[in-house]
């Protein structure tokens, strides 16, 4: 009777219809801007309106469940707006049937598209859930570090909590969420009349490779509170490190091309150095963490104080969490057909479709099964760590796990890097399903109401998504002042260069190693979280600060007014800043782009 109260008619409703809302406004963004939007915490909002004011009450558990059932949707923009991207500006490109149509007239209607759409879906249901299977096994071991707060869950678990209370907690959410509206909508009005309340650019008083600036932004600093300490000013002092010391030296030496432009210059650094360093710490650091910790399990051990051995946090290493899933999987008759079922299909379809071809088909078999067993974990792992640690996450690391595989192999072709991302267990879902799983008491949901609503989420999205991304392409087209396809050109630009063989460098062999040495020894010796000294690298020179305020803030409320003050009142004023002021600076941003 508990779980039907969860899944009421108009929490499923309510949930549906802000998933298809995000899925609708981030084929948009994603088309034309290379951004994507959430609507989760707005659903709080309007299902505590609807359900708790308007229609006489509810439960933590209901809007829990609409919650969970807004933020989970299957997008299919990125791969059909790429592929008639492309196929309308180069001669050179071909697909097969089952990814693109033979005839893309936009009068023969939506029918031509069925086959792609459906064999798109197929696969991508398979990839989610074998995704959603592995990270459910896993959760435990993440959440169990402290590390791993999830701030952005930890925003809606708290968000929730003072609905439901009620009084003075939701009162102070409101009041936090009214200021950073009433600050950042300010922000830019102002803006818009010449007054830059919203960057500062500190590049022009630097010397020359320097570059370095600052977004005024209340949610990012409200993000760097929530995160722990620890990794916010790791990615403070990484930052400065980069961009201030590292670039001018760069610079000077000719190994990355300078720009007044603070973006373009961004781009040459991460391009031309800082991309290397940060993904060997994502990647080769967790093999790292894996090797110190059994050192130091040795050396404990011979010591005799097997209390200091269970200090370690070596849970969080590929060799611990590797041999836990398949325990996990093995141990149970359940899990284990379903996951193989999925798995033999997977390989079945890389066999059918061929997506790598003219290379032969157990080419596309064995990087299925590479990415199923290999590839797809360790991106797992880095993707639920750095959303864990930082809220933040980036598909980077798929470089060097995929595409420069496939590439080294001698694939030169479209649609194997475009369609590979289907064709292993979906490492996405890991972030969202363990960062509900911490919050499940919260929310009120078990493990089971998570997987329950995130495919009531997923079966409706995909289909949405695709026939957004038709109607957008046939009525308005890509790459014009209506459409602008700014995001589909930055990928294009990409996969046409893996396609052709025409690739510079893009990650120093030397770099990445020595990135994840120095990271997994910093991780271990020093309080510097590896996570937040990759990030520093990886983000542009303005979100530093704002997050390393919080960060500072975050320390100055844990040692004046004590942890337990943070749990009861700091986080609640973080979400309300946090959820009123990235609102309105996306809003705020498109409008002034539009």
């Known amino acids: 009777m508990r779980s039907n109260r ?12 802000f998933a298809a809302l995000t899925t609708v406004m981030n084929a948009y ?115 169990s570090s402290e590390k791993m707060v999830f701030p952005n869950y930890a925003v809606s678990a708290s968000l929730i909590d003072a609905c439901i209370k009620g009084g003075g907690e939701a009162r102070l959410v409101g009041i936090s969420a009214l200021a950073g509206l009433v600050i950042t909508v300010s922000q830019y009005a102002l803006s818009a009349f010449g007054i830059n309340l919203v960057n500062i650019n500190l590049t022009p008083y630097l010397p020359k490779g320097a570059v370095f600036a600052i977004t005024l932004s209340l949610g990012f600093a409200a993000v760097g509170y929530i995160i722990s300490a620890q990794v916010s000013l790791s990615l403070l002092l990484s930052g400065l490190l980069t961009y201030l010391i590292l670039a001018p030296y760069l610079v000077s030496h000719g190994i990355v091309e300078y720009s007044e432009s603070i973006q373009e210059f961004y781009n040459n650094m991460i391009f031309g150095f800082s991309i290397s360093p940060a993904i060997g710490m994502l990647i080769l650091g967790g093999f790292g963490l894996s090797f110190l910790f059994f050192l130091r399990g040795k050396v404990i051990r011979r010591k005799g104080d097997e209390k200091e051995e269970e200090k370690g946090d070596g849970s969080l290493g590929y060799a611990h969490l590797y041999k836990t899933l398949w325990r996990r999987i093995l141990r149970n008759k359940k899990i284990a057909s379903i996951f193989f079922t999925l798995l033999s299909a997977l390989l079945v379809a890389a066999y059918v479709l061929n997506p790598f071809y003219p290379l032969p088909r157990w080419f596309s078999v064995a990087f299925a099964a590479y990415a199923s067993f290999v590839a797809s974990f360790i991106e797992i792992v880095i993707l639920t760590k750095m959303t864990g640690e930082t809220g933040m996450s980036m598909g980077t690391t798929g470089i060097i796990l995929y595409d420069m595989p496939v590439f080294t192999m001698g694939y030169r072709g479209y649609t194997g890097y475009m369609v590979a991302p289907y064709f292993r267990p979906n490492p996405w879902t890991a972030p969202s399903v363990t960062g509900l799983v911490k919050y499940k008491d919260s929310l009120d949901v078990s493990v089971k109401d998570i997987v329950k609503a995130k495919l009531i989420g997923w079966l409706p999205t995909f289909a949405i998504s695709a026939l957004v991304t038709i109607a957008l392409w046939r009525y308005l087209g890509f790459g014009n002042e209506q459409m602008p396809a700014a995001g589909l050109l930055q990928s294009s630009i990409y996969v046409r260069m893996l396609a052709t063989g025409d690739v510079r460098g893009t990650v120093d062999p030397s ?75 996306v809003i705020m941003t498109i409008l002034m782009t539009l």
């Open 511 to 585: 770099l990445f190693v020595a990135g994840g040495i120095i990271g997994a020894v910093l991780e271990v010796a020093t309080p510097l979280s590896m996570t937040g000294l990759a990030m520093g690298m990886i983000l542009p020179p303005n979100y530093i600060v704002p997050i390393a305020l919080g960060g500072f803030a975050r320390l100055i409320t844990d040692r004046k007014l004590g942890k337990k003050w943070y749990k009861e009142r700091g986080m609640l004023i973080a979400t309300g800043i946090l959820t009123s002021s990235i609102l309105s600076q």
């Open 6 to 17: 969860k899944f009421t008619l108009r929490a499923v409703a309510i949930g549906l219809f």
């Open 29 to 143: 963004l994603g088309i034309n801007f290379g951004m994507g939007f959430g609507f989760g915490v707005v659903t709080i909002i309007v299902s505590y309106a609807i359900l708790h004011k308007m229609l006489g009450g509810s439960s933590r558990g209901e809007l829990g469940v609409a919650y969970i059932i807004s933020t989970s949707t299957l997008v299919a923009h990125w791969i059909l707006g790429l592929a008639i991207f492309l196929a309308e500006r180069y001669q050179d490109v071909s697909f097969p049937s089952w990814l693109y149509p033979p005839n893309t007239d936009p009068s023969l209607g939506f029918g031509v598209w069925l086959r792609p759409i459906l064999t798109l879906f197929s696969l991508e249901l398979m990839a989610t859930t074998l995704g959603l299977v592995i990270s459910v096994l896993l959760s435990s071991e993440f959440i």
